[in-house]
């Protein structure tokens, strides 16, 4: 653990993604306290003002108000929450699902892992909006239903990766010797080979959070993420898209959050691959 954290600290670009991505994880946690509004207020006589307006109760909009004067800086910050939290929620469900998956597949083999990697194909096939719109069709749009249908679309990516690990590892020396001495398959799995994949396993993960933050975005923006009564990036940016010459600033700060901790959870799982790579 020492080596593994003087490698992470050598290295300048994870630390400014790790903590850009603590800063947005706090800043979800405090939206509350961090708000200066209320992020559904409206005020229709202070609509489409600019960065830095001032009311008449000496409020100051740092960031400006949109069409339906909601301060832009509150609902930036509450929609860090969903963002965060729905991305956060899909990884922990999709990697729990690949991650016994994988391990399942690439230990048994034969007809077991022939049977899931045929379900891993048939589920790479179908178009990831289709099955968005089926589920939200079905199930109406919620934050719950989100995080399924993300977990759903990305638990594929954690079960190539961990399979092919497992199949890399199950014939080793040390691996026939806990066969040989007795050791049911669980405690194989749990205690011997577990914890050999999971390097690649956390970076696949780290990757995964800027892809379904990315992705929870393009939902709502669509309009199929939840309701419309929560501030969300992507339902900003919908919003902001038909005042960009008249409002930039609606669309253009969430556009610019989702770049930076995208970007940062990138960075992050990027220094993770290295330093993690036994090579």
């Known amino acids: 653990m020492r ?45 489409l003002m600019p960065p ?51 391990l399942v597949s690439g230990y048994i083999g034969g007809r077991v892992d022939n ?41 594929i990516s954690y079960a190539r990766v961990v399979r092919s690990s497992v199949l890399s590892i199950k014939n080793l020396e040390y691996i026939e010797a806990t066969k040989a001495a007795g050791t049911n398959t669980v405690s194989i799995l749990t205690r011997h080979i577990l914890p050999n994949i999971i390097s690649p396993f956390i970076v696949v993960a780290s990757f ?21 009564s929560i501030p969300t990036w992507g339902g900003m940016l919908a919003d902001g898209r038909e005042y960009m010459t008249d409002a930039w600033w609606i669309a253009i700060f969430p556009g610019l959050m989702l770049m930076v901790v995208a970007l940062s959870a990138n960075l992050f799982g990027d220094g993770l691959r290295d330093v993690l790579d036994p090579k």
């Open 3 to 47: 080596l593994f954290l003087r490698r992470l600290a050598r290295r300048k670009t994870v630390l400014v993604g790790f903590l850009l991505l603590i800063i947005a994880i706090i800043v979800a946690i405090l939206a509350p306290v961090l708000a200066p509004m209320d992020p559904n207020t409206q005020n229709i006589t202070a609509r």
């Open 52 to 102: 830095g307006w001032e009311n008449a109760e000496g409020l100051v909009h740092l960031l400006g108000t949109d069409q339906l004067g909601r301060d832009v800086l509150s609902r930036l910050i509450y929609g860090s929450r969903i963002s965060i939290m729905v991305a956060l929620g899909a990884v922990f469900i999709g990697g729990l699902i690949g991650l016994i998956v994988g």
């Open 115 to 155: 049977l899931l990697m045929r379900l891993v194909d048939i589920q790479l096939a179908f178009p990831f909006i289709l099955l968005a719109l089926t589920m939200v069709a079905v199930l109406g749009p919620s934050i719950i239903n989100i995080v399924l249908v993300l977990s759903i679309t990305s638990w």
């Open 208 to 228: 995964q959070v800027a892809t379904l933050i990315i992705a929870e975005s393009s939902l709502s923006f669509l309009g199929l993420g939840v309701p419309s």
